[in-house]
């Protein structure tokens, strides 16, 4: 951590500084230059608190140089995170396939989708319980009698199943839920976080519309921090100026992520571009950039339906999509991105 | 609403889609041109899930005309909502200053500030207790006691208090808080705000850091759906590629949140710009474009307290900063914005 | 196009308006709701100036439903626009790979990298001569000298050239030149692009830092309605509020912009990440998504010169890359992205 | 500037990096840790190229400590600068407004709201003759005869008058404009900045919709490394998520700019907001946070001409808001914002 001091900064508040850093066992290392002083902050600085140093007189500004997560920091784990759900394996230079509809509409509807999306390969079902909507006037997904049409399906399927979790007050219901995943805006409703950080189950951890890459971690590393280490990272699309897609695939977050940490990075091309058809162009370029999965939203009749949003393929579309997905995968994950 | 067909529509999807509008009282006026045609919608397309109808494989786009939102709607309520705790009144021309340390801290602490912004003119007592931190390893508030200390700074000096809540759970803690403060990152925690919707006091709303206007008001609509219809706006910054500033104030928002709705807004300057030195110019320009209030961080140490953001002002900062305040609302309050 | 009126329209003011659209040969149809009327205009509205409209007393809001460009519009030119210079062909379905320095440095390296990159299978030679910096202090390129050199590299080659314009004044200097490219920072130079349109030589339009694909397409529409149809999209990074990456690359712009348009979508990966490490992955995810090239930074000796961005890759890494990257093209090609 | 290195550097990179440094004049304090070593870098490094060393194999970061510009910055020139046209003294505690059509489009328009916004106190006149249109198909200004009607109308009613120049072959043109301005398109139109250098009259330099303040600096940086010190600059709105607003007005700019330049900073309310019932609003909130001036659209007839944008007001309009200005004004001024 560097920090820039102010012209000519008074010496007692300096030393009040210095004298704190070292109680904390950080060694301080001054840089005195004609117009400025620089500190230079040798140590663990990953549990000092940026803001309170940034808040005192003498101080013009703070810039960090360590990240300041630690267990899902690639520097501390050079190996990567590899999950095992059911048949399925996240992470260590695999390509899994999680597909499902938007929401779970019907026992039939759910069902039959199932079936045919493990048919084309996907190991994992996804489908919306509790669903977060902009408006309170929207269907707010069928919450508990969702879950155990998730669960039927399950059975009947053998896929496991990776469904949103909205309040701690539902964690109850997810018993039979094999990765409870956490939305893009309660990416930072970090009491949920917390409590997460005590299940026994991975977390599949959806980045916030407008969160950087470090906050993404951060909220990881709350998870982390509490004890489970098993958090997939998943790009869902940013927003940005350009309204014409819903958001924007932000597609350099797979490379930067998978430098930055050993955890896996799933990719969501659905809510990302809001149009299926621009599903399979972004699925096949995630998986060059080298993505360890996809969520797909996979709906069996989108157009009669008046249920689904449009941005959901049908399943001869993810199957004709999937066996263009392992080829891609099979050329750039021989020798890496590099 | 306006539906924009795809060139040459299958007729009996089109017929459908029209008998189904009118099932749910909508008038369809079609503009047939030569090369596209569109769907003129009458009637109140407030219930009417946009993302059913772009679905369909005849339509192309899908906009709307009406606002998706009702009970905040100016249109349907003309008049300001006007909102009474204590000794404040907020909205309807009024000027409110809401002012507090960021965190509790200590007994003393917040009395002491209590004191000194209620004589310059605060007519309400911010301060968290839970606090919603990006690290982990952050201090993350007094809680439970910081509550307490709260209700202790109320009882001593009459000042209503204003608290952020982060979790349904933490509700039972409220019942002395006068407004609970629903903070950016939990915006759109759509559970927490239906829990809201069924409370009996006024909620302060604070704008995600990158939810629109829309958003926003969807968002209060969730809580006024409930049955709540004391909601306060609250700008605190949006995220913009500019990172000077730790966010960017929209400014437009006050003008523009009034036309579009009824509810007070407010105005938190220091979250806006993460720095105290920017606090009275965005102070005096909140108030200069019609803010119905300031929510304001003052603390009274922070040089040596080693607790506080670097956003907080002294108290004595706070006085001045308050009587140009009145002056400048003098002015601009004088036969409005027009 | 729909133009939504107020509230109670002034009648002599609304048939001022429909007697002027019809004078411009647009048919006008009214949709009137008990709140709203609407009306819907029929016709080609590309000439037809959106805020001319919008500045009516009795206009609410315009909503364009037809694009507001032609020439650059897939719906009147359903086939690819195939662009061929030298032994290069881009669009059609081909990859074309654009290879070099950021900035020419001296005959021995724009010649060697010239001669390197045409081995590892790269049909287009770029280097800037002339160079926007941002600092008026930092190198501004060889300019003239520069273009020199880069004819020399041609003519020694083979290789046809692409560099950067950054004045109309410079255009007397480009003879040689088989592709100028117009950069991001001049995308809405419109005196410039108006000159380009005379020109009888492919534009490779580079997409601004914030523009629209919208605002692109509109650039390239002011390149074409001089005549010059001959334009290649490029996308180069979007900036967003993500600063870790210095752009953040718009992979959606490719399946959108050749929906949207017959012009041929080549991608800078160089400039959107802003670091060597990330261009192979977004490289391949670029060619996944269908991209008809790609225009990378190549140095010879980054290290050691202090003369070049970190964006850069070595030779080497082109060629280990290229090598990938066709293969990724046979799959993705096949078929198509549907 | 700050240098942060890789893990276990290579030694004799390590000692190169340092003599270069060192032959530039610059001292370097090595910071070792055991994960990290960081170099402090004192002397002048604003004419040091951050990405010439960022592209070394032992280099990880760069982080610049010192502003990059020079001529521009308020430590280096802690008194404001003055600007003074005709009668209007731009700069230094005072308030400027000047006021005009977008567009230029006859003798009587304009040499009417010439004279009726000098009634109201506006001491300089603005008007469009070389418009930046979106489209090629939009009114692309009166060019050379636009000129000549401002001319005019300066000469009748004593008005200096600004108007946007969009390429250097029109500079002939604008012998008699007293100030020149750059608009947000062009910004980073570096060879236009170079050209105005040399110029012997004020320019004002509108901030491009998406420039961080560092950017907006370096571009006036381009004009007074030319020996042209008079520079306005003028924050205009930049781009964000939110398009209720054509686009987002930058309150802190005024505070921030004012803080790290002694140039004058100048607000356009009406391309901010891009709707004239909010221009208002953001003038008076402009001024309250220390704006130097206003640039305003007054239009005589928005209503029928059916010639100019949504944003404009009537001369009625603006004096009222003038004299709500000066107001603003008065209180503001008073001792500061601090």
Redesign the interface.
């Known amino acids: 951590m560097?920090v820039?001091l102010k012209q000519n900064p008074d010496k007692s508040?300096l030393n009040n500084l210095v004298s704190?850093l070292n109680g904390k066992g950080i060694?301080v290392?001054p840089?005195?230059?004609?117009?400025?002083t620089?500190l230079?902050l040798?140590?663990d600085t990953?549990?000092l608190?940026i803001?309170?140093i940034?808040?005192?007189?003498i101080v013009e500004?703070v810039?960090r140089?360590?990240e300041?997560?630690k267990n899902a920091n690639r520097?501390f784990h050079p190996d990567d995170t590899v999950i095992k759900v059911g048949d399925a394996i996240i992470g260590g230079g695999n390509l899994t396939l999680i597909a499902g509809p938007c929401s779970v509409e019907s026992e039939e509807q759910i069902v039959d989708i199932a079936k045919k999306v493990k048919e084309s390969g996907a190991t994992i079902l996804r489908g919306g319980a509790f669903k977060?909507?902009?408006?309170?006037?929207?269907?707010?997904g069928m919450r508990g009698e969702g879950l155990r049409l998730l669960s039927l399906a399950k059975k009947l399927t053998g896929l496991p199943i990776v469904t949103e979790i909205?309040?701690?007050?539902?964690l109850e219901l997810f018993d039979d839920v094999d990765i409870i995943q956490v939305g893009a805006?309660?990416m930072?409703?970090?009491?949920?976080l917390?409590e997460l950080g005590k299940a026994n189950k991975p977390i599949l951890l959806k980045r916030g519309?407008?969160s950087?890459?470090?906050?993404l971690l951060?909220s990881a590393?709350?998870i982390m921090?509490g004890g489970n280490e098993q958090v997939i990272l998943c790009e869902r699309g940013?927003?940005?100026?350009?309204?014409?897609?819903r958001n924007?695939?932000?597609?350099?977050s797979?490379?930067?992520l998978k430098?930055l940490s050993h955890l896996p990075v799933v990719i969501d091309p659905s809510h990302?571009?809001g149009r299926a058809?621009?599903v399979?162009?972004?699925s096949?370029?995630?998986?060059?950039?080298?993505a360890d999965g996809l969520i797909i939203e996979v709906h069996n009749d989108?157009?009669h339906a008046?249920?689904?949003?449009?941005q959901?393929i049908r399943p001869e579309?993810f199957d004709k999509l999937a066996k263009?997905l392992w080829?891609?995968s099979e050329?750039?994950k021989l020798g890496g991105?590099?």
Chains 1, 2, 3, 4 share one sequence.
């Open positions: 560097i820039i508040q704190w060694d290392h840089t005195v230059g004609s117009t400025q620089i230079g040798v140590g990953t549990h608190d803001d309170l940034s808040a005192l007189d500004a810039r140089v360590q300041p997560y520097k977060p909507r902009t408006s309170p006037y929207s269907f707010q909205m309040d701690i007050s539902q805006r309660n930072q409703n970090f009491e949920l917390k519309l407008s950087t890459y470090e906050e951060m590393e709350y921090a940013i927003r940005t100026f350009e309204t014409y897609t924007t695939l932000d597609i350099s797979i490379p930067v430098q990302s571009a058809d621009l399979p162009a972004l096949c370029a995630a998986v060059a950039a080298g989108p157009a008046l249920c689904d949003g449009p959901s579309a263009k080829k891609v050329i750039t991105n590099d």
